[in-house]
C-alpha cells in the first residue's frame, strides 16, 4: 500500500469497521472467518448441519492446520492425531515448549463431522493445550450436514468479480458470467444477491445488468 498518510488510514479503517460491524450476524461470520481462511462461517451458516453440544475424547479427534511452525509437528510428525502428539510431548519435553503459547478455555470447540471423521473446525488452540495439560476429553459443538450442502458466500466475493470487470482489470464478459452462474450453484445465497444487493437501484450500470441477467439464466 502506497497511501502517504497513515492518520488518514487509521481513521478511514475505523470508519469502515464500525460500518462493517452494523452487518448481519451471518454476514459477520462469513466476513471474519474469509479474513482468517477458515471454514467456521461456512458451516455456521450451512442450513443444512445440524449441531449437537457433547463431551468428545481427544484421541478421537482429527487435527486440523494451525500456523506453518505448529503445522510442522502436528501435521508433519503426529500426522493429525492426538495420541502422537501426547507421544511426542512425553518424550521430547522441548517441543511441548513449542505450544506454551496454547491456552485453555472452557468454551466448547467446534467439530465437524467428515465420512464419520471428526475434525476440528474451530478450537485448536484449545485442544492443543488440553493434550499438552493430560487432559483426555474436550467439550465440542458436533456439526453434522444433513444432506447436501448449502454454504452462503460473503456478499463482496460477487462483487469483486463485478468491480474488476468494471475497473477493467479482466474484460473477459464470458469468463465472468460463468463464474457468476458456479458461484449461483455453489451458494445458496447468491441468486438473492445477484436479484437484490446488486440489483440497477444498487448498482447503476447497465452493462453489469446485463451481465447478471445471463447469469441469472438457467
Given at each position: 500500500?502506497?497511501?502517504?498518510?497513515?492518520?488518514?488510514?487509521?481513521?478511514?479503517?475505523?470508519?469502515?469497521?464500525?460500518?462493517?460491524?452494523?452487518?448481519?450476524?451471518?454476514?459477520?461470520?462469513?466476513?471474519?472467518?474469509?479474513?482468517?481462511?477458515?471454514?467456521?462461517?461456512?458451516?455456521?451458516?450451512d442450513?443444512?448441519?445440524?449441531?449437537?453440544?457433547?463431551?468428545?475424547?481427544?484421541?478421537?479427534?482429527?487435527?486440523?492446520?494451525?500456523?506453518?511452525e505448529?503445522?510442522?509437528?502436528?501435521?508433519?510428525?503426529?500426522?493429525?492425531?492426538?495420541?502422537?502428539?501426547?507421544?511426542l510431548?512425553?518424550?521430547?519435553?522441548?517441543?511441548?515448549?513449542?505450544f506454551?503459547?496454547?491456552?485453555s478455555?472452557?468454551?466448547?470447540?467446534?467439530?465437524?463431522?467428515?465420512?464419520?471423521?471428526l475434525?476440528?473446525?474451530?478450537?485448536?488452540?484449545?485442544?492443543?493445550?488440553?493434550?499438552?495439560d493430560?487432559?483426555?476429553?474436550?467439550?465440542?459443538?458436533?456439526?453434522?450436514?444433513?444432506?447436501?450442502p448449502?454454504?452462503?458466500?460473503?456478499?463482496?466475493?460477487?462483487?469483486?468479480?463485478?468491480?474488476?470487470?468494471?475497473?477493467?482489470?479482466?474484460?473477459?464478459?464470458?469468463?465472468?458470467i460463468?463464474?457468476?452462474?458456479?458461484?449461483?450453484?455453489?451458494?445458496?445465497?447468491?441468486?438473492?444477491?445477484?436479484?437484490?444487493?446488486?440489483?440497477?437501484?444498487?448498482?447503476?450500470?447497465?452493462?453489469?445488468?446485463?451481465?447478471?441477467?445471463?447469469?441469472?439464466?438457467?
Amino acid at each position: 500500500m502506497n497511501f502517504p498518510d497513515k492518520t488518514y488510514l487509521e481513521n478511514l479503517l475505523r470508519n469502515l469497521r464500525a460500518r462493517a460491524e452494523s452487518r448481519a450476524e451471518d454476514e459477520l461470520l462469513l466476513m471474519y472467518s474469509g479474513a482468517l481462511l477458515n471454514w467456521v462461517g461456512d458451516f455456521l451458516t450451512d442450513e443444512g448441519v445440524v449441531w449437537e453440544k457433547r463431551e468428545l475424547v481427544l484421541d478421537d479427534l482429527y487435527l486440523t492446520g494451525t500456523g506453518p511452525e505448529w503445522n510442522k509437528i502436528i501435521i508433519d510428525r503426529c500426522e493429525r492425531s492426538p495420541e502422537k502428539l501426547r507421544e511426542l510431548f512425553t518424550k521430547e519435553p522441548e517441543t511441548a515448549e513449542v505450544f506454551k503459547e496454547a491456552t485453555s478455555d472452557p468454551a466448547p470447540i467446534l467439530v465437524r463431522v467428515d465420512e464419520g471423521i471428526l475434525k476440528v473446525l474451530d478450537g485448536m488452540e484449545r485442544v492443543i493445550a488440553a493434550i499438552r495439560d493430560g487432559k483426555t476429553t474436550i467439550e465440542a459443538y458436533v456439526g453434522t450436514l444433513s444432506g447436501k450442502p448449502k454454504p452462503h458466500c460473503e456478499p463482496h466475493v460477487v462483487y469483486d468479480l463485478l468491480r474488476a470487470y468494471q475497473r477493467g482489470a479482466n474484460r473477459d464478459r464470458e469468463g465472468l458470467i460463468t463464474a457468476l452462474k458456479f458461484l449461483r450453484g455453489a451458494y445458496t445465497n447468491v441468486d438473492g444477491l445477484l436479484r437484490d444487493r446488486f440489483s440497477k437501484s444498487w448498482l447503476p450500470d447497465d452493462e453489469i445488468q446485463e451481465i447478471i441477467r445471463e447469469a441469472l439464466k438457467n
